[in-house]
């Protein structure tokens, strides 16, 4: 039987959890996601986990915030103005938007501040600077 090795496609359950067992993410109601071993398409934590893993194993990893998403970084909360809002916005703590760069490529930031006309965004990526837990089942080897 073969052993999960770099440049392996990969089918998995996972089940992704924060330090206090909160359930930010899972497969098993969905479809088994599907990725390429050494593509960077998931965390580096997460890929490290699976290599010499063989169909039917099942792991449980604990993943450092430095090789999930990151340290949290102050750099990337900025303070704008409301009015450099969409217009007609009512700006909420939690609330989703999309920054352009001047490539043209999207950033999506989140809104963590409100207060009076100052509206905190952050472009950090809602897991940074967390340690998440994966419970995963290696479901095909491909």
Known sequence: MSIIKDGDTVKVHYTGKLQNGEVFDSSV???PLEFTL?????????EKAIIGLKVGD???????SAEAYGDHNPEMEVQVEKAQLPEGMEPQVGMQLQLNQPNGQ???VQITKVEGEQVTIDANHPLAGKDLTFDIEVVEIA
């Open 29 to 31: 109601e969905r479809e």
């Open 38 to 46: 050494g593509q960077g398409q998931l965390i580096p934590g997460f």
């Open 58 to 64: 099942s792991t449980t990893t604990n993943i450092p």
């Open 106 to 108: 999207a950033i999506p």
